[in-house]
Nanobody, 119 residues
Framework: QVQLVQSGGGLVQAGGSLSLSCAAPGGIYSMGWFRQAPGTEREFVAAISRSGGAAYYGDSVKGRFTISRDSAKNTVYLQMNSLKPEDTAVYYC???????????????WGQGTQVTVSS
């Protein structure tokens, strides 16, 4: 079992920035970020390959969010800029053994962290 440890998030005004991090000790995994607002399904946000050479983004965050990783620390980051109220959600990091995917087909999930964007 892989224990993912998330940090970051919080409250910010629209147009502001926040960053999230997720540590995945014990291995190199394909990593992803997802979010879920109340009453909605979990939504793909971003994902990055094990090497960091490939990154993918959901349409709603392209150009505003950046996913990156520090393989030496087994940590993945999500930099969120130009935040909008509709970005408000619980954000989850996820890890999987194998190729990176943009679906929820990840074996391991973080505990989730709240991001709230006020208008």
């Amino acid at each position: 079992q892989v224990q993912l440890v998330q940090s970051g998030g919080g409250l910010v005004q629209a147009g502001g920035s926040l960053s999230l991090s997720c540590a995945a000790p014990g291995g190199i995994y394909s990593m992803g970020w997802f979010r879920q607002a109340p009453g909605t399904e979990r939504e793909f946000v971003a994902a990055i390959s094990r090497s960091g050479g490939a990154a993918y983004y959901g349409d709603s965050v392209k150009g505003r969010f950046t996913i990156s990783r520090d393989s030496a620390k087994n940590t993945v980051y999500l930099q969120m800029n130009s935040l909008k109220p509709e970005d408000t959600a619980v954000y989850y990091c996820a890890a999987r053994v194998g190729l990176v995917v943009t679906t929820t087909a990840y074996q391991f999930w973080g505990q989730g962290t709240q991001v709230t964007v006020s208008s």
